[in-house]
């Protein structure tokens, strides 16, 4: 990262509560600042991805929910094993999807067709933040 305002951005970031489900489909919450990250965290192939506040644009509500609902719709066609997740940091929230078991490539690609600023994503060399450029494909 080059610039202020992603350091900035990072530290909101890295305060944000996000979710997966373990072997028995309970959730388990975490933040990237957490000292100890849950080994669920650490042991799983996933993304989390939104739709919502492209570049970190804020949208109104109705908007928000429509691009989430066409990321779902993508997801689904994709055949993706996936579920609802809820980025939340202070009094802001965001719906987002955890997507298990899919590539870097195939996050990322999702991540900027809607315009996102970055994703996390977990491998074998643990969960981080992927800041993403902004698309010049149509959408």
Request: glycine share 4%.
């Amino acid at each position: 990262m080059s610039h202020e305002s992603d350091q900035a951005i990072l530290e909101i970031y890295n305060r944000t509560q996000f979710m997966v489900r373990d072997e028995s489909d309970v959730p388990v919450y975490f933040t990237m600042g957490d000292k100890k990250l849950p080994n669920v965290v650490t042991n799983k192939q996933f993304a989390i991805v939104t739709a919502w506040n492209p570049m970190n644009r804020e949208l109104d509500l109705k908007e928000n929910v429509s691009r989430n609902r066409e990321l779902e719709d993508i997801l689904k066609e994709q055949q993706r094993c996936y579920y609802p997740s809820l980025g939340t940091c202070k009094n802001h929230a965001e719906e987002s999807f955890t997507i298990e078991n899919i590539s870097q490539t195939d996050a990322v690609n999702l991540g900027k067709q809607f315009e996102q600023h970055a994703i996390l994503f977990c491998d074998e060399k643990g969960p981080r933040f992927l800041f993403l450029e902004k698309s010049t494909s149509p959408g």
